[in-house]
């Protein structure tokens, strides 16, 4: 996200100040490495938002030190830890972000549309108006090539100031914790364009087989590892794959993940649903879709890419569909360990731009509510796998418990099904 470059120094140098207050530590030339490890500490400890020592001090501490422009690159994730301490404020409601041409589409990338993808009617027994987001007609098949594309634009930026700085340069690798889908679609782009394989962390007990040899066959550098024996960070994935220099996706705080469903998020809250229901694996496109929803309703002046209606979406009940077992059908969305807390969707829930009853619910595989979404799946002719269509069958699980009516407006996202035929040549 582009904001304004004194703004950040401001809020870096603020940070800075407080804790040296605070603490009496102070920044000294000698020691700021350790410094910045302790301000991290600190944010932490009282806002809860982990921002990386490194990440402060390299790229932010001393990359702002000699930038020229106006303008700077910086996930919202990071800006809000440190506004939030010390304005006790998220970065929008304390500043504004720098002019972007958003309104000119970037997706697909071989021919960019908005929408990028269609969406349809379901034809679902006692109920009229229930649609589907369909993102299985993306070219890798699944909603992931939109985090492809947002990786590789990032990427290329990020080699093309390497080699702009520095003489005898070597192209840093990237590293990601995936099972699957995520590391296919990116990998595709990689071999497409020319760069350097991705490097993946992945649990081959829990993997679909089909999956892991597509993984070979597309050139990928496969790490494997007990994903359910603790919880990994950045540097425990940068170490695992053997990229301790590299680039990590998964946790790495240099990749503005807001960017990752942006449009998707567009497309789907242009909408105007009552209810929206979506899979729930990594949780970034559900809290995609969060963020952008508060951002246009709070916002004065919303984004060219917003058509919806705020009072609508105000009220709009979204959730997030969940596996809870190792064994589930689900193989995408089951995770041990998730980067996002019940806290990290609480605040959203708590600021009235979306209803109370908003929410990350496991699918109860006992009750069938997963096979009767299959079954209006393969009804309505869908692409789809099981974790696909996970949004469908948490709308069957709770549509009592919600008291969605016959004519309330539904939008489920399938997010689709690879296209093993591209990585098994």
Sequence with gaps: MKVYTDDIKSILNSAITKYQELSGNLLNENRNADFFGLLSEDIKEKKGIKILPDYLYKQLYIKLKSWRESEVG??????????????????????????????????????????????????????????????????????????????????????????????????????????????????????????????????????????????????????????????????????????????????????????????????VLNLNPKFCFMPFGSGELFKNILEINQREIKNKKNSKRFFGNREILRNCCFVGAKAKSKNTKMKMLYAKFNKFRQEDFQYYFDQATCSKLSRVEYVDEKKGCLEKAIEVANLNHLTFEPSGIAGLAMFFQLKNELGIGNDDKVVIINTGKIKLELFNK
């Design 74 to 267: 910086y996930s919202l994730d990071t800006l809000n830890g440190l506004c939030q301490y010390v304005f006790e404020k998220d970065y929008f409601d304390t500043f504004e972000t720098a002019p972007e041409d958003e309104a000119i589409p970037e997706f697909p990338w071989h021919h960019p549309s908005f929408p990028a993808t269609a969406h349809y009617k379901l034809n679902i027994e006692n109920y009229s108006n229930i649609w589907l987001k369909d993102e299985s007609v993306n070219f890798t098949g699944i909603h992931k090539d939109r985090l492809a594309w947002e990786v590789y634009l990032y990427y290329k930026s990020k080699i093309k100031d390497i080699i702009k700085s520095e003489k005898n340069f070597k192209i840093p690798k990237l590293s990601i914790l995936s099972f699957g889908n995520a590391a296919l679609s990116i990998q595709y782009l990689l071999n497409y364009f020319g760069l350097p394989a991705l490097k993946v962390l992945y649990d081959d007990t829990t993997i679909d087989p089909i999956i892991h040899q597509a993984l070979i066959n597309s050139g990928c550098e496969l790490y494997s590892h007990d994903l359910d024996s603790k919880e990994l960070d950045s540097h425990d994935i940068l170490s695992l794959t053997k990229n301790e220099d590299g680039i990590e996706l998964t946790y790495g705080d240099e990749l503005d993940k807001f960017r990752f469903y942006d449009w998707l998020s567009f497309e």
